[in-house]
Structures are given as structure tokens and as C-alpha cells.
């Protein structure tokens, strides 16, 4: 018997699924509207699988998935999800998790994603796959931070202008100005907003 948790704020959704997964062969299925109870249940039941929403009251899914892998790194965590943006997935797998269902699947797909994640593979349904595939290839595309420019970058992240970014780093202002304008150019962006939320989408300043 496979032992699967489920999380979702949302009672209606979490009922149907833990509902269509106990009515399967094989699994028994425990349903969690907070990532709290979750994290104790884990804590005191061996369980083969977490599915868990994205968009949560209180946090982010991402989070919960980080929080999951550092307390339980071989517990196998599945995103299940309204949300088909290809970055969010990036950063799910990015975080540690097993795969990604979109909640408008097929119900022969969603039980073909739950078995592939309780057999420790990638659980992507297909529309994810495609989105994932598209977002490691525009992350191997982006062009590398030197190590001058992710500190400035960072620095730009961080709220510091330009004359204070020179005044950490012993450089000229002019020379920083130079720095965010090669970058700019660099990346094919129009301002440092879009710069910024490019570097931390893609964790290309670390954080």
C-alpha cells in the first residue's frame, strides 16, 4: 500500500483528489488543507508520495517544497497545479521537486504522473514537460554573470544606487554606469526592473 499526502487550501479540490486517489488500487491517501499538519504528519509517517497546490493561504508552494526536501530529501514531492507557467516550473524542479501535473490532465495521466513520482522518476505531466524543457533551454541560453557583474547586480537587487555601488566597491560611478549599460546590452532587456527579475526568476544571483 502506497502511502500518499496531499496539500491544498482549497477543501473542495482536496476532497476530490484524495477521493479519486483512495477509490485507486493500492494507495491510501491523506488529505492536508495546511503545510503545518503536513510537516508533522511526514514527521511521524513514512510516506511514498506529496502532491501539493501552488498558490497556498499562508505560502508559497516553492517554499513548501523547500522546507519538505531539507526535513524529508527522499520523500518524493509533486506539484499539482492550475498554474502553466514554464519559470514556476523551473523553479519547482529548482527547489527539489519530482514533477509537475497540471490539475486540467486526464484522470490516465494524472494516475500515470502519481505512479511515475512513487516509482522515483520525473513526474511531468506532458503541457509541464514542454514548459520545462522550454525553460531549461532559455536558462542555457542566457549569457554568463562575470563576477564584477553579480556583484553589482546583486547590489542593483538590493536597492543601492549607483554612487553607493561604487562607494562599496572602491570603483568610479562612471565605471558602475558602464557596468549596468554593458548589462543591458548584454541580456537584451530595456531597464534594470526587468534585469533584476530576469537574474532572480532564472537564480543567476544565487538567491
Known amino acids: 500500500m502506497k502511502i500518499i499526502a496531499v496539500l491544498d487550501d482549497h477543501p473542495l479540490l482536496l476532497e476530490g483528489v484524495t477521493s479519486f486517489l483512495n477509490n485507486q488500487k493500492g494507495y491510501k491517501v491523506y488529505s492536508f488543507l495546511e503545510q503545518v499538519s503536513l510537516i508533522e504528519f511526514l514527521d511521524t509517517t513514512e510516506v511514498d508520495l ?37 519559470n514556476l516550473i523551473f523553479q519547482f524542479m529548482r527547489n527539489g521537486g519530482n514533477g509537475y501535473i497540471l490539475k486540467d490532465v486526464s484522470n490516465d495521466e494524472f494516475l500515470r504522473c502519481v505512479q511515475l513520482g ?44 549607483s554612487n553607493q555601488i561604487a562607494e562599496k566597491l572602491f570603483l568610479s560611478p562612471v565605471t558602475i554606469e558602464t557596468h549596468r549599460r554593458n548589462l543591458l546590452t548584454k541580456f537584451k532587456v530595456k531597464n534594470m526592473i526587468e534585469l533584476v527579475q530576469l537574474a532572480l526568476t532564472h537564480k543567476l544571483l544565487g538567491f
Open 50 to 86: 506529496v502532491l501539493m497546490d501552488m498558490q497556498l493561504l499562508n505560502t508559497s508552494g516553492l517554499d513548501v517544497c523547500l522546507q519538505v526536501k531539507k526535513l524529508f530529501p527522499e520523500v518524493p514531492v509533486v506539484a499539482l497545479s492550475n498554474l502553466a507557467d514554464r
Open 118 to 161: 512513487l516509482d522515483g522518476k520525473k513526474a511531468l505531466c506532458d503541457k509541464a514537460k514542454d514548459l520545462y524543457a522550454g525553460a531549461v533551454t532559455s536558462m542555457e541560453d542566457l549569457p554568463r554573470l562575470t563576477r564584477r557583474e553579480k556583484e553589482i547586480l546583486t547590489m542593483v537587487a538590493d536597492g543601492y544606487t
